[in-house]
């Protein structure tokens, strides 16, 4: 079995920073992209950032200069920093693996942390 467990989300002042974090729990063999993604209220989920095995990234518009995604293979984590928020930066921030294979070589597909908040409000 394997789960994503994120930390780091919270209450910030705009212009502030957060640094959220998500680790993949389990026997990993191997990770392919990872990814954050936010859901803001009333609204669908849309991406923020992804990041591939070999570190190639690529972010939404809306983040682009403000906001850099990362991984850490060794911890199976990745990582978002968020500097220069923004009220409209509020949301619930999801992380994502598209696919996971753990030791005994079963994959799996398109799985999602349970979501932390990011609140941006002076």
């Known amino acids: 079995q394997v789960q994503l467990v994120e930390s780091g989300g919270g209450l910030v002042q705009p212009g502030g920073s957060l640094r959220l974090s998500c680790a993949a729990a389990?026997?990993?063999?191997?990770?392919?992209?990872m990814g954050w993604y936010r859901q803001a209220p009333g609204k669908q989920r849309e991406l923020v950032a992804t990041?591939?095995?070999?570190?190639?990234?690529n972010y939404a518009d809306s983040v682009k200069g403000r906001f850099t995604i990362s991984r850490d293979n060794a911890k199976n984590s990745v990582y978002l920093q968020m500097n220069s928020l923004k009220s409209e930066d509020t949301a619930v921030y999801y992380c994502n693996v598209d696919a996971i294979t753990i030791t005994s070589m079963r994959t799996y597909y398109d799985l999602w942390g349970q979501g932390t908040q990011v609140t941006v409000s002076s």
């Open positions: 389990g026997s990993i063999f191997s990770i392919n992209a």
């Open positions: 990041i591939t095995g070999r570190g190639v990234t």
